[in-house]
């Protein structure tokens, strides 16, 4: 029912910034609140950053607060993750998904909330 593609990964430096892009495409007019998870080699998929479906809501992981900001154009099927200041600990394949289960101002944080993956987009800081 929805696609979603990411893209803005890459290679940077600690201290660097990153903005990462998630298109939809489908079914993209039904309301979902979306997120960013992030996976790295031999660990466990981890939430960092959800926004509700109105764009009103937003929520992040412990480790990324105060650095990454997740912002939606639903006008543009978009979903923007703005990363600063890299660390070499935000190594890691990072993913776009689309939760059905949403309200005005919900925020999912578990995997299991969300229904739509992208295909990810790898993000590896080097010290």
């Known amino acids: 029912q929805v696609q979603l593609v990411e893209s803005g990964g890459g290679l940077v430096q600690a201290g660097d910034s990153l903005r990462l892009s998630c298109a939809a495409s489908?079914?993209?007019?039904?309301?979902?609140?979306m997120g960013w998870f992030r996976q790295a080699p031999g660990k466990e998929r981890e939430f960092v950053a959800g926004i509700s479906w109105s764009g009103g809501s937003t929520y992040y992981a412990d480790s990324v607060k105060g650095r990454f900001t997740i912002s939606r154009d639903n006008a543009k099927n978009t979903v923007y993750l703005q990363i600063n200041t890299l660390k070499p600990e935000d190594t890691a394949d990072y993913y776009c998904a689309a939760s059905r289960k949403s309200a005005l101002r919900y925020v999912p944080l578990k995997h299991e909330e969300y229904d739509y993956w992208g295909q990810g987009t790898p993000v590896t800081v080097s010290s």
């Open positions: 489908g079914r993209t007019g039904s309301p979902y609140a």
